[in-house]
């Protein structure tokens, strides 16, 4: 919700909105304990129109999952701003990072917590997966009609790529004849929902 909608809803103005915020941020950011923080998640959101974007870390552990830091921007360095803030002792005593698999921040998690476990998102994991899923079948059903060949490929592209529990009757049907072809697009489909067992 906005600021200005929130001002809107409490009869209020942009101005005492805005205040409030930073009263409760920087109280917030002045009694906030970061000593047993053993476990955070990495993400980043999209802000504003076009490619603006900010970097959010969260405490994950502790059962309960709070907002630590955010940075202006998705780089590199904004990381480092955390990590430098959090401090050498306090890094050393992360166990668990979760991140999506972004290269830089990869990069920055491996310099200042190299002890840590990088836990990698469901998200982005199962979307290579069905990229990497994709151009397999593409490339196939390519060579199939190349060789002259009956492409049982034709149209199969969301069979593979949904979820078995998402597909319609007629879709379960047809993916049941075409998983029992030896095809790599079939066997790549099988991996990924293999794979999904880990979730």
Known sequence: ?????????????????????????AYGLA??????VTEIGI????????RKYLTLVYQLDSHAKRLLWCGHERKAKTLLKF???LGKERCLRI????????????KVIAKKASQALNIL????????FNEAIDQIRR???????????YNVLEKSRWLLLKRPENLTEKQTVRLGRIVKINLSSV?????????????
Request: hydrophobic share 40%; with cysteine; net charge negative.
């Open 95 to 106: 166990k668990f990072v979760c991140s999506d698999m972004w290269a830089p921040y990869l």
């Open 121 to 128: 998102d469901r998200f982005h994991i199962m979307k290579e």
């Open 139 to 149: 490339e196939e059903a390519k060579k199939l009609r190349e060789e002259g060949a």
């Open 31 to 36: 009694n906030r304990d970061l000593e047993n």
């Open 83 to 85: 990590f430098n803030e």
């Open 1 to 25: 919700m906005s600021w200005k909608e929130t001002a809107k809803i409490f009869k209020s103005s942009w101005d005492s909105v805005y205040r409030a915020v930073q009263f409760v941020v």
């Open 187 to 199: 066997k790549s489909y099988l991996m990924r929902e293999d794979f999904q067992r880990f979730w």
């Open 43 to 50: 993400d980043e959101i999209q802000v504003w129109s076009g």
